[in-house]
T-cell receptor, first 116, second 112 residues
């Protein structure tokens, strides 16, 4: 595997379910990100981890819970979601955890989430 | 309030002609700008960037122009090819922060 991978690619869940999205980067990067992309809206930054520490939490509801056990893996735990949370969830990584704003971000293919 | 705006949701261009994608921003603290391209079922991929100390950066068929006074940047693709058909995202960031702010994207169709 190369680059940034995300599993699952598609997920349908009920509002009472608990599920997790997984992201893995094989690039040796120090920073990882979760974004949400809703239809016809900009990518919304959700969380940033730099060197395995959360450095940005962009006012995301607590029903989304990130976890970064090491520099290569990032999870997004989901529970009691709402239908409006249906979107494409993108994971990204970048080289330098300190100056991440100027780094090129490498994106995974995304998880298409549908909440019923 | 969107800090990075791409006001054209779509653009259609004939193969061989120039494609011009526009982007406006509101935050004068932004000092680094990027363009990403996204194909269906794939994540965005980096295309080209420009620092605020420059007003032009060129890479092959792709050129980005930055007008700081107007808070405007544009991506020129010449000549356009059918394989350039994708969604193009403009993004901006400022030094020392971790946030890159993205626009909503412009879908480019290049007709053969």
């Amino acid at each position: 595997e190369t680059g940034v991978t995300q599993t699952p690619r598609h997920l349908v869940m009920g509002m009472t379910n608990k599920k997790s999205l997984k992201c893995e980067q094989h690039l040796g990067h120090n920073a990882m990100y979760w974004y949400k992309q809703s239809a016809k809206k900009p990518l919304e930054l959700m969380f940033v981890y730099s060197l395995e520490e959360r450095v940005e939490n962009n006012s995301v509801p607590s029903r989304f819970s990130p976890e970064c056990p090491n520099s290569s893996h990032l999870f997004l735990h989901l529970h009691t979601l709402q239908p409006e949370d249906s979107a494409l969830y993108l994971c990204a990584s970048s080289q330098d955890g300190v100056a991440a704003a100027r780094d090129t971000q490498y994106f995974g293919p995304g998880t298409r989430l549908t909440v019923l | 309030d969107q800090q990075v705006k791409q006001n054209s949701p779509s653009l259609s261009v004939q193969e061989g002609r120039i494609s011009i994608l526009n982007c406006d921003y509101t935050n004068s603290m932004f000092d680094y700008f990027l363009w990403y391209k996204k194909y269906p079922a794939e994540g965005p991929t980096f295309l080209i960037s420009i620092s605020s100390i420059k007003d032009k950066n060129e890479d092959g068929r792709f050129t980005v122009f930055l007008n700081k006074s107007a808070k405007h940047l544009s991506l020129h693709i010449v000549p356009s090819q059918p394989g350039d058909s994708a969604v193009y995202f403009c993004a901006a960031s400022n030094s020392g922060g971790f946030k890159t702010i993205f626009g909503a994207g412009t879908r480019l169709f290049v007709k053969a």
